[in-house]
Every structure is written in structure tokens, then in C-alpha cells.
């Protein structure tokens, strides 16, 4: 630090000393670096302080016209920024705390998708002091009128938990936002909050953009290491499979140890099964609630407040609780299933107990053998420091046309000038003027293929200015309504029915059932999902057993059946995270060192030297390949340990070539760690040098991509992402998930045929090289194994292979919790361990 940090004036000091605090060096850093008008990134963990190390300049700075009592004109001081709904939330009632007690004047307000329009015209009117927003509300603040006056007198921009938002699709629409706020205000600093991560100068850059970023970074102490534990259950550890059921009673006991805990789980899916599983044995009657994204709003924010007040036990929760939301008195974060990622399970350990020099407790609850071993390779990593992360992004197509759209509808924009604006930021440095120029041709044309449809023509020029404006105010209006880079699949309300009142007593009675009511909304959940029910099905959802009796308009209407048996469990569309490449070195290395062995459970030690008497263990840069046959097919399982979504991937290029070959393959399953196709022939002498060369990336690829139903569905997410197809209109009924899908298949169709080069066609090829098909992982995957492939022709199945072929595998990408294929466990174990 700075020899010169300050001392903090009254009344901060004061209020520091009335709580028995001193401030930490790191918090006396960004004041200093403040008042020198100094941008920062602050790393720090958490119970750092972090927060209010980004909000205490400007606090500072507000202050003393407060203490004059000067009334302020209306105008923005401060804009925060946060990845979630629930984390602006928590930080407005957090910092209201210091504001109230230090009695300064300044007005903070939140503005997210939960605040009335009243209040949003209100704030746009009269600004407050400092506004704490998303980066969907900030699009479209910069979308709307007078735009430039709302933000022209900002002093700060704080960003938290800045590596969730950096690279990911919202994060490049902050960018390009922060962009436009540089040339609106341009003496604002900017002030990034982030926990560890691995490109500390990466995420520099990103706040930054193409401004110098020697000297940005401030540090915080680590604090104490967290206590990170494997649960080494009793019970038999399955094979396959992701519900943990087994560890329920483990997991129980731990809750019942703790003041409160956390739950987290990866998916919706697996929050409602291990919701109902806890309840099932909760014979403490344990106040456990459960939270995820799908749920009510208001049912969310009454769990928010219950742990809030210290009235839970537990929560079993989602993503939705990942970030920096300090929630009572956690002492307990527990994993079920693997983190899949060492940066995330470091973020969900920091849940618990929120004080720098105090450990943070985990507990992780593998679902199967293979998670064992994964759960081992995270917490060896996390007691090691060890972090994995993202690569720098490259800014999408999609997000680029909506943010030029915005500009547009804010103010007539210059295209020199939002270019140069553009390339500023770190997602579009490389962006080259040409592609430049073909998006804006998309917004104000659609494209060469579509130029003569009327409805693509979103913007146009001002012959005497030679600006670009919204053409007209409703396409205007239609932007403003469809902002944002989060594009979920159709969802129906969930809502309890009932029937109407009978008559009243004199009048006659009607013939028939009376008509249902839809009632209290539960959440949310996905259309097809729905549409896969028949009235009198019954499922898990706001963990109740719902009876499903039919859809009214957007609603489907349900009333609770307790004590129904074998409820279905509802699955989402991108559910699952993909495990990281970081995580499955370690898992490959682990694999091959015995010495790293000991700790593992006595029943997976076994599993692992059976394979090696029946098979072979890999070195961790060699890929084995096991041929069997079994109940007259023919198997090839190869274990990549590079994630469902790229064994999926693999798994359909593989099949191609195997058809070509005349092996007759049926299908394949795909696991995070392995990945098995079977056939109608053998495929012990298959030259597997061939069969796994990266050339498959080339023709094969383009092929299966020209068929592909997934590239179908990639291209739908960047069509409405760039306006070209709108899920919400003036007047209008949101459209459904079929009229979306209609809708864009017609364009991909065209565009394919008429302008294959098309900038949305690439921004798909673009999402699909690292997001549902992960073509980038499977190039490096390949490229890795090339002349280090080790084969082994099994006379049946050996130990690594049964898990894989007991995984229900899907062909299409879904989300949820794939439970194990029990037909003929008992006998194909025994096989395998024979």
C-alpha cells in the first residue's frame, strides 16, 4: 500500500471505532486511490470487506455536503453494478446500515426487474446519489431517452463479483455499456469487485478496457484457509448417477451440527429431489427451505428474509446463492454432487461464515465413484490455491447488434465514433471495422438475405447528419422490452387451482364441475416440461408433490398430492455446469498416482485396482479405449474426462465416422468422464489413430452441424439476443417457445441457403464452439491424444465402463439430474468386478 493511505475523516472513523472495527488497509487504499481519481480492481475473499471497500469513497465523497445540509440537485453519483437481483437487494439493505448510523444524507436506491415503472420513471426524473442495478437495467437506462443527461455527472462505477459477469454474454453487454458511459462521463472511475481468480490481469483489462492497467490491482490479505472435507460415507457409493441419496443421512446429520447451512446442488432438478429427500427424514422437523430461480419471487424473497432473521436451518439452493449475499449466520456450506469447477466451489465455500480470520467450512457429497474422485481433485486444489477460470472472451455478434440498436434508441449515434467506442473495450479490441460495418447492416437491414423484408429494417440514416437513429418509436419501444443476454426456454407459471365457489344459497345449481381458478403462483417452469405431462401426472416443483391438471394461457394449473408416489422431476434446459478442464487434469493425474489414493473411500481404492487388474489405468496424458462385447453388441468406451457436453459432442462425430466404416453403431452415451458408442459389429480392429484424428473437426463437423437440431437451437439464442426475432411486443402476448422456434428455424433456413457467411450464422458457430457443442474443447481434447492412445480389447465390460453405461445419456443437450439405469445393474457390476 501507498505510504500516503489516509486516516478517514468524521464521522467513518467514528463509526468504525463504535463497532470496535479498524479499517482495513485494503478499504484506506481505495479511498486514496479514489481521491487521485484512480480506477482499482480490488481482489479480495470473502469477509474482506468488499463492498464497503467499493462503496466508501463515494460515501466519503457524498458526505460532507450532507453535513452542510446543502440540498443536492438530482444527479447520479455512484452506479453498482451486480450479477443478481437477490445481490443488489442484499447490498441496499446492507449498506443502508452505515448510511443510516453515520445519519448522512444521500439516497440510494435499487432498480432491477422486481422495481414497479412507476419507481424506474421516478429514478430516470430524479436520479439518487447512488443506484444499485443489473447489467440488463443499465442497457436499458442507456436505451432510453435523454440517457446522456441521466448519466453525464457520474463520479463511480462499481461493479461486484466482476469474473461471474467478465466472460459471459452479459458481460460483454457491460462492456460495451461501461463504454458508452466513458464517453458520456468521462472523468468517472471505475472500481471492480472480484473474488480470487487465476487472470488477475485479464479481469484488469476487462474493467479497463484499452486504458493502462499497471497498478490497478489491490490485493487483500487471503485470510484463513478454508476447511474443505470429502464426506467418506458409510454407505455403498454408487456407480452411476446424481442424486446422492445415499449421503442423505451423512448429510443430515451434518445440517443438524450446524447454526445454519447452505445446501448447494447444480442444477434446479437436483435441488427439488434433495429438497424432498431431507424432508423425507427430517424427523427434527429442521426448518429447511429451498430456493432456486424458478421459484416466486416473493417466495424467494421470504426465504431471503427468514435466513436473514436466523430462523433456518438449512437451504437448499442453487446458483441463486452462489455470489456475494451475506445471509445470517452461515457456519456450513455443503456440496452435493462435485463442484465441477475449483473457482466455483472457492465461491460457494465463501458462503459460510463471512469474517476474514475465521476458516470457512465445506462439506462435499460425491453422487458416484468418478465425483469422488473429482470432489478429491477440487479440495486438493483449494487447500493448494489452485484456481481454474475462463478465457478472455471474444465479444459475441448478437450482443454487439443489440447494444448498437440501444445506442440508437438513446441518441442518433455516429458509426465512427461508436466504433472506436466499441473497440475500447476488452471483448471487441480485435473486432476489425468491416465486421464492424456487417452489423450494423444486420440492425438496419437484416442482411443481404433479408434486406427486403421491411420488418429487419430497425434503424436508419440521417442523410444531413449521416447518424443513425431507431426508425421509428415503436421498434424503439420493442427493444426496450426484449433487452438483456439471458435467453431461457419458454416458461408457463405454475399456479395453484381451485374451483369456484358454489352458488349461493336460492340460486340453481349449475350441472357439471365447477370451473377451476388458477390461484397462488408457485414459480415458474419450463414449457416442454409440461407439455410432456398428462393431466393426472404428478411432479416436484417449490418442493411440493403437485398433481398436474392441465395449461390455461400461460398458467398450468395444479393442486398439491401429498404422498403421491414416484413423482417425475422436472429437468432444465442448460441446466448442468461443465466440468473444467482444470479440475479434470487433476481428476487424470489422480487416476495414475497411488500416493494420492490413500485418502479415497476403501470401496473406490478397490474399484480403481480392479480396473487395473481387468483393464488398464491411463497415464494422465494417454486416452484408453476399451472394446467389449455384451448382450450381443459391440461397445467403444473411451474416457476423455473432458465433460458431458464435449464427450456429446465426440460422441455424435464418432458415430458418423463408424457409420461410414460399416460398424452399424446404434448410439452412444456420454458422461462428464467417459464417453461409449455401441454397434451391430465389432469394433476391436477399428484403426482408433483415424477414428480420433482431428480432421473430424473439418467435413465431419460441418456435416453433422448442417443436420444438427442443437446448431438450430444456438442460432435461436443469438437471433433474439440481437433483435431479429422479438419475444415481446407493444399490446401484444408474449410469444411462445414454438412461434420463437418457428420463427428463427425460417431464418436459419434462408440464411443458410442464401448467406451462409451471415454475422448470426457465425455468432452461433461461435456459441456453439464453446457452449452446447464445446468444439473448442473437443479440438484440444483431440489434439491431446493424438498418437496417445492406449486400447484394450476386453472379452466384457471392466470397472470404468459400467458407470458410463448405467448414465442415461441423452443425444439433445438437457438439463436435470440423469438418474441411474437399474434394469441390469446388479448383473452388469458383477460383470465388471468378476
Not at 455536503?65 to 440537485?73: D, I, K, N, T, V
Not at 340453481?508 to 414459480?523: C, D, Q
Not at 411486443?729 to 417457445?737: D, I, M, S, W, Y
Not at 473448442?776 to 492406449?790: F, P, Q, S
Request: charged share 25%; hydrophobic share 45%.
Amino acid at each position: 500500500m501507498d505510504a500516503r493511505t489516509p486516516s478517514l475523516p468524521s464521522p467513518f472513523a467514528d463509526w468504525f471505532a463504535a463497532r470496535g472495527w479498524s479499517p482495513r488497509a485494503h478499504q484506506l487504499e481505495l479511498v486514496r486511490r479514489a481521491e487521485a481519481g484512480l480506477s482499482t480492481l480490488l481482489i479480495a475473499p470473502t469477509g474482506a470487506g468488499k463492498t464497503l471497500a467499493g462503496f466508501l469513497p463515494s460515501l466519503i465523497e457524498l458526505a460532507p455536503r450532507a453535513e452542510e445540509g446543502l440540498r443536492r440537485p438530482y444527479r447520479l453519483h455512484t452506479l453498482y453494478v451486480s450479477p443478481l437481483k437477490a445481490l443488489t437487494t442484499d447490498v441496499a439493505r446492507n449498506l443502508d446500515t452505515p448510511v443510516r448510523e453515520m445519519k448522512l444524507d444521500v439516497r440510494i436506491e435499487s432498480r432491477t426487474g422486481d422495481t414497479p415503472p412507476h419507481k424506474r420513471q421516478r429514478q430516470r426524473a430524479h436520479p439518487p446519489d447512488i443506484l444499485l442495478t443489473t447489467p440488463e437495467q443499465l442497457c436499458l437506462l442507456i436505451a432510453s431517452e435523454h440517457a446522456r443527461v441521466f448519466f453525464e455527472d457520474l463520479r463511480a462505477v462499481v461493479v461486484d463479483e466482476i469474473h461471474a459477469l467478465a466472460p459471459t454474454k452479459r458481460g460483454d453487454l457491460l462492456a460495451l455499456a461501461l463504454a458508452r458511459l466513458q464517453r458520456w462521463a468521462p472523468g468517472h472511475r471505475r472500481v471492480g469487485l472480484s473474488a480470487t481468480v487465476a487472470d488477475e490481469e485479464g479481469l484488469a483489462r476487462y474493467l479497463l478496457g484499452k486504458a493502462p492497467t499497471k497498478g490497478v490491482i489491490v490485493k487483500a490479505p487471503p485470510g484463513a484457509q478454508p476447511v474443505v472435507d470429502v464426506l467418506d460415507s458409510d454407505a455403498r457409493i454408487p456407480w452411476a448417477g446424481h442424486t446422492a441419496r445415499h449421503a442423505m443421512p451423512e448429510v443430515y446429520a451434518a445440517i443438524k451440527a450446524a447454526k445454519l447451512a447452505l445446501v448447494f446442488v447444480n442444477t434446479r432438478a437436483q435441488a427439488e429431489m434433495t429438497f424432498q429427500e431431507l424432508w423425507r427424514i427430517n424427523d427434527d422437523g429442521l426448518p429447511i427451505a429451498l430456493h432456486h430461480g424458478s421459484l416466486d419471487v416473493a417466495q424467494r424473497r421470504k426465504v431471503e428474509a427468514a435466513m436473514a432473521r436466523g430462523d433456518l436451518r438449512a437451504v437448499v439452493c442453487t446458483s441463486t446463492l452462489d455470489l456475494g449475499i451475506d445471509w445470517g449466520d452461515v457456519d456450513l456450506v455443503i456440496q452435493m454432487g462435485a463442484p465441477k469447477g475449483a473457482a466455483r466451489l472457492v465461491q460457494r465455500i465463501g458462503r459460510a461464515n463471512h469474517r476474514l480470520d475465521e476458516p470457512s467450512r465445506a462439506l462435499l457429497a460425491p453422487s458416484n465413484r468418478f465425483e469422488v474422485l473429482e470432489c478429491r481433485a477440487a479440495q486438493e486444489a483449494v487447500a493448494e490455491g489452485a484456481m481454474d477460470g475462463a478465457e478472455p472472451r471474444i465479444g459475441g455478434f448478437d450482443c454487439l447488434a443489440q447494444h448498437i440498436m440501444g445506442c440508437a434508441c438513446g441518441e442518433p449515434f455516429d458509426a465512427d465514433e461508436l466504433y472506436a467506442e466499441v473497440i475500447s473495450t476488452a471483448p471487441y479490441a480485435d473486432l476489425s471495422r468491416a465486421q464492424f460495418d456487417r452489423v450494423i447492416d444486420l440492425v438496419a437491414t437484416g442482411g443481404y438475405a433479408l434486406r427486403s423484408y421491411d420488418r429487419y429494417k430497425r434503424i436508419v440514416q440521417d442523410l444531413n447528419t449521416g447518424r443513425w437513429r431507431a426508425r421509428n418509436p415503436t421498434i424503439a419501444q420493442q427493444h426496450r422490452m426484449n433487452v438483456g443476454a439471458i435467453v431461457e426456454s419458454e416458461m408457463l407459471d405454475v399456479r395453484l387451482a381451485h374451483r369456484v365457489q358454489a352458488s349461493r344459497p336460492g340460486t340453481p345449481k349449475s350441472e357439471g364441475p365447477r370451473p377451476l381458478v388458477p390461484g397462488r403462483r408457485l414459480g415458474q417452469i419450463e414449457e416442454y416440461f409440461i407439455e410432456g405431462l398428462t393431466p393426472g401426472d404428478t411432479f416436484l416443483f417449490a418442493g411440493e408433490v403437485l398433481r398436474f391438471l392441465s395449461v390455461r394461457d400461460t398458467d398450468a394449473l395444479v393442486v398439491r398430492a401429498p404422498g403421491a408416489e414416484n413423482p417425475s422431476i422436472p429437468s432444465y434446459a442448460g441446466g448442468k455446469f461443465p466440468l473444467s478442464t482444470f479440475l479434470a487434469d487433476r481428476v487424470r493425474r489422480m487416476l495414475h498416482e497411488p500416493k494420492r489414493q490413500k485418502l479415497l473411500p476403501q470401496q473406490v481404492r478397490d474399484w480403481i485396482r480392479m480396473q487395473k487388474k481387468r483393464s488398464v489405468v491411463p497415464a494422465p496424458d494417454e486416452m484408453l479405449i476399451e472394446t467389449f462385447p455384451r448382450a450381443a453388441k459391440h461397445y467403444l468406451v473411451c474416457y476423455p474426462f473432458d465433460g458431458r457436453l464435449a464427450h456429446q459432442t465426440l460422441g455424435m462425430l464418432i458415430t458418423r465416422r463408424l457409420e461410414r466404416a460399416g460398424r452399424k453403431p446404434m448410439g452412444f452415451l456420454a458422461s462428464e468422464y467417459a464417453m461409449a458408442v455401441w454397434a451391430l459389429e465389432p469394433m476391436d480392429d477399428v484403426d482408433l489413430d483415424a477414428l480420433f484424428d482431428e480432421d473430424m473437426l473439418g467435413d465431419d463437423l460441418e456435416a453433422w452441424l448442417a443436420e444438427s437440431t442443437l446448431m438450430k437451437a444456438t442460432f435461436s439464442k443469438c437471433a433474439v439476443i440481437a433483435g431479429m426475432i422479438e419475444r415481446k411486443l407493444p399490446g401484444v402476448a408474449r410469444k411462445t417457445g414454438r412461434q420463437v422456434t418457428f420463427s428463427t428455424d425460417l431464418i436459419y433456413d434462408v440464411l443458410k441457403q442464401y448467406e451462409p457467411d451471415h454475422v448470426l450464422l457465425q455468432a452461433a458457430f461461435a456459441d456453439a464452439g464453446e457452449g452446447y457443442l464445446d468444439i473448442k474443447r473437443v479440438g484440444a481434447l483431440l489434439r491431446r491424444v493424438k498418437g496417445r492412445i492406449v486400447h484394450r480389447a476386453l472379452p466384457h465390460v471392466s470397472p470404468f465402463a459400467a458407470p458410463v453405461m448405467l448414465e442415461v445419456g441423452r443425444v439433445g443437450v438437457q438439463g436435470g439430474a440423469d438418474e441411474a439405469v437399474l434394469e441390469d445393474a446388479a448383473s452388469l457390476i458383477a460383470e465388471a468386478m468378476s
